[in-house]
């Protein structure tokens, strides 16, 4: 039976400093078991980010990571999604903006680069393995992938068993085997005597 003078559940603190702060730049916001949720407009993400990170009662100094998720059969497609921790108060908060549709392959978010450095190589990243372009960023292009990679191989609609490619095959995007087939092009073992020497 639940009690008539129960309290309402706290409210993170970084939710309601940017609900506060931004009442009109937040779509959405959640908090299960201590983990809080902003959804924000893309074009909010930066000033967002700059007064988490500067507020002195939150200080979000640590950029833990910057990925994206893909949800083909929504619209926006693209969730980005941005973890922040503050070392001094122990807080974390998530913060995601929904970017992408048919007429923009390649959507844009702001980069947060002037915000955390470190949003240099994240960015890069989810550029690399999603497609997602970080605008301003100084250095936009592949960190895992060869340059000259073909396609965004996160994205749900990326084909499972790679490209059919002009030889000599480059890039690494060997077509997979068809099921049955034997695998090919295993690099054999090195083997290491004790007696050798490495040059």
Same mark, same amino acid.
């Given at each position: 039976?639940?009690?008539?003078?129960?309290?309402?559940?706290?409210?993170?603190?970084?939710?309601?400093?940017?609900?506060?702060?931004?009442?009109?730049?937040?779509?959405?916001?959640?908090?299960?078991?201590?983990?809080?949720?902003?959804?924000?407009?893309?074009?909010?993400?930066?000033?967002?980010?700059?007064?988490?990170?500067?507020?002195?009662?939150?200080?979000?100094?640590?950029?833990?990571?910057?990925?994206?998720? =893909? @949800?083909?059969?929504?619209?926006? $497609?693209? *969730?980005?999604?941005?973890?922040?921790? +503050? &070392? #001094?108060?122990?807080?974390?908060?998530?913060?995601?903006?929904?970017?992408?549709?048919?007429?923009?392959?390649?959507?844009?978010?702001?980069?947060?680069?002037?915000?955390?450095?470190?949003?240099?190589?994240?960015?890069?990243?989810?550029?690399?393995?999603?497609?997602?372009?970080?605008?301003?960023?100084?250095?936009?292009?592949?960190?895992?992938?060869?340059? =000259? @990679?073909?396609?965004?191989?996160? $994205?749900? *609609?990326?084909?499972?068993?790679?490209? +059919? &490619? #002009?030889?000599?095959?480059?890039?690494?995007?060997?077509?997979?085997?068809?099921?049955?087939?034997?695998?090919?092009?295993?690099?054999?073992?090195?083997?290491?005597?004790?007696?050798?020497?490495?040059?």
């Amino acid at each position: 039976m639940a009690q008539e003078n129960q309290q309402p559940a706290s409210i993170h603190p970084a939710v309601a400093f940017v609900r506060d702060r931004f009442p009109s730049e937040v779509i959405e916001s959640s908090e299960i078991r201590g983990e809080a949720t902003l959804v924000v407009k893309p074009e909010s993400i930066v000033p967002v980010c700059l007064a988490l990170r500067d507020e002195p009662s939150l200080r979000m100094d640590m950029l833990s990571s910057i990925t994206a998720v =893909d @949800w083909p059969e929504r619209l926006p $497609r693209f *969730d980005v999604v941005y973890h922040l921790l +503050s &070392l #001094p108060t122990g807080h974390n908060v998530r913060l995601k903006v929904r970017v992408g549709d048919d007429e923009t392959p390649h959507p844009e978010v702001p980069s947060a680069i002037l915000v955390w450095p470190a949003a240099n190589w994240f960015e890069r990243e989810v550029w690399d393995l999603f497609g997602i372009t970080f605008t301003g960023h100084p250095n936009m292009r592949r960190i895992e992938l060869p340059d =000259d @990679w073909v396609g965004h191989p996160l $994205r749900k *609609d990326y084909p499972l068993t790679g490209f +059919s &490619l #002009p030889e000599p095959q480059w890039g690494g995007q060997v077509p997979a085997p068809a099921p049955g087939e034997p695998k090919t092009g295993r690099r054999p073992l090195r083997v290491i005597r004790p007696d050798s020497t490495r040059k």
